[in-house]
Each structure stands twice: as C-alpha cells, then as structure tokens.
C-alpha cells in the first residue's frame, strides 16, 4: 500500500522554487517509479501541436507519438478523465510500447486552463491499479498542476 500523503509532500518539497517544468516533470516521473511497487514505468505526454509526445519519464524506452484519442494515453486525454485499465490487452487500441506491461493508469494533467499532457504509469502486474491509486496520483497531479506553467 502507497504512503500517498508522503509520496505528495515529498513532491512538494522537491518542486518548491522550480521553475522549470522539465525538471519538475523528472523529479515527478523519478519519485513515482521510487515510491510504488509493481511498476515498470511511470512517466508523462505532453500535449504539442494536437498530439501527445513523450516527455520525461523513468522506464525503458517508450512510444514517442500517440494521437488524440489512440491507447489509453489519447483516450484520457480526449475524454479528460482518468483511466485505469486492469488488462492492457483487452483494451481496443492498447498501444503496446512495454510487452512486459499488463495494467496501466493515466492521469490527465492541465496548464493555464488547458490539456497539458497525462501522467502514464504501467505496471507488469495485472490489475495493479485500484481506486486509492486513482485517488492519490489525482492528488499527485492536482500538486503538480499547481507548479507548472
């Protein structure tokens, strides 16, 4: 079970007086695939130009480009809602970047009023992700919101 509360104050902590997003989005991506278990990869798309492009994140090499609306991450994006899929692979779509990867949780993420990009987390274990995830990286985000530009 994750320690939400004190995996977000030490987000805070590390994001205070940063001001540049890349390497609070580093930090965010580091801390995460740090504090909970059964993950592979945790990281973040960033909107540019209507499609989503990986931005920073800690795991093995992953997609560069996915559209609106395409795997989990378009799909959280184009209906600005979290999403927590138990079985990647009966998910219609499922952008496969990780084989090893079988559960996935995506966050959207805003900026000045608008789709910033989603927080993307794969784990190997099936069903991995539960509501107190959903809850607590919600929280993560809503933190990290509040520092990026």
């Known amino acids: 079970m994750t320690d939400y509360d004190l995996m977000c104050r030490q987000f805070e902590s590390l994001s205070e007086g940063v001001d540049w997003d ?3 989005l580093s930090n965010a991506a580091a801390l995460i695939l740090d504090s909970l278990s059964e993950i592979n990869w945790a990281g973040f ?26 795997g989990v991450c378009g799909t959280a994006i184009a209906e600005n809602k979290t999403q927590i899929v138990k079985n990647v692979h009966e998910f219609p779509g499922h952008i496969a970047c990780d084989s090893a990867s079988n559960s996935e949780i995506v966050v959207p993420v805003h900026a000045a009023g608008t789709l910033y990009g989603v927080l993307d987390i794969d784990s190997p274990k099936l069903e991995r992700f539960s509501e107190e995830d959903r809850e607590g990286l919600e929280a993560f985000v809503r933190i990290l919101e509040s520092v990026i530009k």
């Open 45 to 70: 798309y960033l909107m540019k130009e209507g499609k989503l492009l990986l931005g920073p994140f800690q795991g093995k090499p992953a997609c560069t480009v996915i559209e609106v609306g395409k």
């Open 22 to 24: 890349i390497t609070v």
